[in-house]
């Protein structure tokens, strides 16, 4: 949630030019683990219900595109590194973006110059 609203406002001026994609994936910063002190209450998801339940506090807050949920077994998380969260930009098949991992590799500003290219 950290830079949730800069992530929002470049789905909201790219609408146009992208697809936005979120995958809710295993909880980086669980209250019952290593945890910031403001993090939303979210205990480490111990079932797929646990996972949903998470997600929909994310869809709470207004998100600008599809959210899917990575399985239990992580796969997507595995597949695309993006533990904690990652940036990811695909056009025609091809990866072309990939941020740093987040929360400091998170840089929505960095897929605006990309996604200003592909205009």
């Not at 949630?1 to 809710?24: M, N, P, S």
């Not at 990575?70 to 533990?83: E, F, K, P, R, V």
Request: glycine share 6%; net charge negative.
């Amino acid at each position: 949630l950290f830079k949730l609203g800069d992530f929002k406002k470049l789905a909201e001026d790219f609408a146009q030019v992208a697809d936005f994609l979120i995958i809710y994936i295993e909880e980086a910063h669980a209250t019952d683990g290593w945890a910031f002190k403001n993090n939303v209450e979210i205990r480490h998801h111990q079932s797929l219900s646990d996972r949903l339940s998470a997600a929909r506090q994310l869809l709470s807050e207004g998100l600008p595109c599809p959210l899917l949920v990575d399985n239990m077994d992580n796969q997507a998380s595995a597949l695309y590194a993006a533990q904690p969260e990652r940036l990811y930009i695909i056009h025609n098949g091809t990866i072309i973006y990939k941020s740093g991992l987040g929360p400091w590799g998170y840089k929505p500003e960095e897929v605006r110059g990309v996604l200003h290219t592909l205009e």
